[in-house]
């Protein structure tokens, strides 16, 4: 393979001479075409020698770039059996058959680990051999766990639901032998090529160890796990090991492979409260069925927990912080083992002198917990803000309505009145038309000009102490930051309706009617923002003194826009006055009485029928805002409401 890979970079070589010397003549005659020809050759040269370079190191990296695609199989088991867990602990794990029994797995199970263990003996001795049997020896390795995961669900599928503690145990087995197979990969991977005294040797050893007694663990389990009598026994024995392996690979120099916050690793400490809770229990019970709960329970707890302890420390740019985060949690699984040693004593050599240890052991994990939870919350830095805090949400919620009604106002600016299209569009329609933008436009610059205001007095008010920086979802505070938020909410959905009633109306789409209407809404919906603000501040400040003048410009600006529209509604009805035909006869003057009769009891329907909606809409507004102050702030509906 050496000679192989020379040979290749003396012909690369050669040819690139070629190139250079055929590019040189090229210079000297730019236009012979004989030249370029030549060229064009040791150029094609070139690549095909390349391409036999890079064919010669792929050879020889055949056997890494096995072990890297077997690495990546191994990872894809890891969350299968992750999800298999999931529905064994939900008790949802079920064989197809309702006659199938463990019995007929057992053989296949035991079979494929010695398979497994055969395997595993070929791959750390490809890592001194050519690369041809480092990529046989994964490939067969990959092969063979992809057959024992999948007889092992199988096999814990047929111990049915109603064991899901011993199904959930088994899988863990597999599991922990599948982890130590993906180790011993990237072992080998390390170790390929080096000399039997390198260290990346001596780690290659250590992990091999570690896979043989993985699977020897798996064949005690697949023993074990129909017999009531001593499968807790065995799955606390699993857990003890599986966190002494969790230890010594979190306190190894491998970087985190996901990311994770204070405030994960601040929930991952509540899950081993509970299980310190049941190990102690069972400590004190020693059944069973208490037991293998218990070992379950804390392998999961003190996995987690490390996992996401060392994702949060790598995390924190301060280094005595992050050794302190590695630290707290290191000890808080070395206490856990400890208590499962403890109870695995008990089980053994029932004494009340031993029990008589089971809350000391438990005060200090609560102990390290406690530091652990303290280092979180160091870690969280003076920075850090709780992205669910009501006071955080109303403040988003502001800005975000001030960027909507922004957005609003700059879609006004870009509509047009209507032109002159066939002739006969009166002049004083354009100026009514150009009249009703730009109102439009003087409402929508006010109100993003009062939510602006209101964000400002929001942080008064939690400068001035009024208001505290962190509340609480359903506080008297936080109460207050969800009115705020409503409030805004609503001003940016009336500016919104009330610059498509303009774009509307100037189209000639729409009627004046609901122009003046979704301006009064406007002007509603900003008396709202004001009184929620004004719950909590100084009538005094700065920013409520802003908030108010921004309130009286909207005021001012819909009360000119519903003026106008009022306006141009009682030019329409002089200029569509009745004429009524006094020359004709009794009988067609009668005729025309009915019918302006029925136009009349038609229309005074459809008043009543759009005042019940309109009282419809109000209760259904104030039922969702939920509180009695509300509804009186914003006031009550009254029958017959007149608009």
Not at 212 to 220: C, D, I, R
Not at 250 to 272: C, Y
Not at 631 to 639: A, E
Request: charged share 25%.
């Amino acid at each position: 393979m050496a000679n192989r890979i020379k040979s290749t970079v003396q012909d690369l070589g050669q040819v690139t001479i070629e190139l250079v010397k055929a590019t040189g003549s090229c210079q000297m005659s730019q236009n012979d075409s004989f030249v370029l020809r030549d060229v064009s050759d040791s150029a094609r040269s070139v690549g095909e020698r390349c391409a036999n370079v890079l064919s010669s190191l792929n050879a020889i990296a055949r056997g890494t770039h096995a072990l890297e695609n077997a690495a990546n199989t191994v990872s894809g088991i890891l969350g299968d059996l992750d999800t298999t867990i999931m529905f064994a602990t939900a008790g949802t794990l079920n064989a197809d058959a309702d006659d199938e029994v463990f019995a007929d797995h057992r053989e296949n199970i035991l079979k494929t680990a010695k398979a497994l263990v055969e395997d595993t003996k070929t791959l750390v001795a490809g890592a001194a051999s050519s690369q041809e049997q480092l990529a046989v020896a994964a490939q067969n390795a990959v092969t063979t766990i992809v057959q024992l995961s999948d007889v092992v669900k199988n096999g814990a599928a047929s111990l049915g639901s109603q064991n899901q503690e011993a199904q959930v145990m088994l899988i863990n087995a597999v599991k922990d032998v599948t982890s130590a197979l993906g180790d011993l990969m990237q072992a080998t991977k390390s170790a390929s090529g080096k000399n039997m005294q390198h260290p990346a040797m001596h780690q290659l050893k250590d992990t091999a160890k570690i896979m043989v007694t993985n699977v020897t663990s798996l064949l005690k389990t697949v023993k074990a796990v129909e017999d009531e009598h001593t499968r807790g026994t065995r799955a606390l024995e699993s857990t003890i090991e599986a966190i002494a392996q969790e230890i010594r690979a979190f306190d190894g120099p491998d970087v985190p492979r996901h990311s994770a916050g204070p405030e994960e690793l601040m929930r991952a400490t509540r899950p081993i409260t509970l299980a310190t809770a049941k190990a102690v229990a069972a400590g004190k019970s020693c059944k069973q069925d208490d037991v293998i709960v218990a070992a379950n329970m804390g392998r999961k707890a003190i996995s987690d927990m490390l996992s996401t302890c060392k994702a949060a420390a790598y995390a924190s740019e301060a280094s005595e912080l992050k050794q302190q985060a590695v630290q707290s949690g290191h000890d808080v699984a070395v206490q856990y083992r400890e208590l499962l040693q403890l109870v695995m004593h008990i089980l053994n050599k029932p004494t009340m002198e031993a029990k008589a240890n089971l809350p000391t052991i438990s005060r200090k994990i609560a102990q390290c917990v406690t530091v652990l939870a303290q280092t979180a919350e160091l870690l969280k830095g003076a920075d850090w803000v709780d992205p669910d805090d009501p006071m955080l949400i109303a403040e988003n919620e502001l800005l975000g309505a001030a960027q909507s009604i922004e957005k609003a106002a700059k879609k006004l600016s870009e509509l047009k009145p209507r032109r002159e299209t066939s002739g006969n569009v009166a002049e004083d329609d354009m100026k009514f038309d150009d009249m009703i933008l730009e109102a439009a436009k003087s409402i929508a610059n006010a109100t993003a000009a009062l939510i602006k205001a209101a964000s400002e007095a929001q942080k008064e008010l939690v400068a001035q102490g009024k208001v505290q920086k962190k509340t609480f979802i359903g506080s008297e505070d936080g109460q207050w930051s969800e009115g705020l938020v409503s409030a805004a909410r609503m001003v940016a959905a009336a500016t919104h309706n009330l610059c498509e009633a303009a774009n509307s109306l100037v189209q000639g789409n729409s009627s004046e009617e609901k122009l003046i209407a979704a301006a009064k809404q406007v002007s509603a919906a900003t008396a709202q923002l004001l009184v929620s603000c004004k719950v909590k501040a100084d009538a005094d400040s700065v920013a409520m003194k802003r908030l108010e003048a921004a309130s009286n410009a909207v005021r001012r600006a819909t009360d000119e826009l519903v003026k106008a529209a009022q306006g141009a509604i009682e030019r329409n009805e002089e200029d569509s006055e009745l004429l009524v035909n006094t020359t004709a006869g009794s009988v067609n003057i009668i005729a025309e009485e009915v019918e302006a009769r029925e136009a009349v009891y038609k229309m005074e329907k459809q008043l009543r029928d759009a005042q019940r909606r309109l009282e419809g809409v109000h209760r259904k507004k104030y039922k969702n805002r939920g509180t009695d102050s509300e509804t009186d702030q914003s006031g009550r509906p009254k029958s017959g409401l007149r608009m």
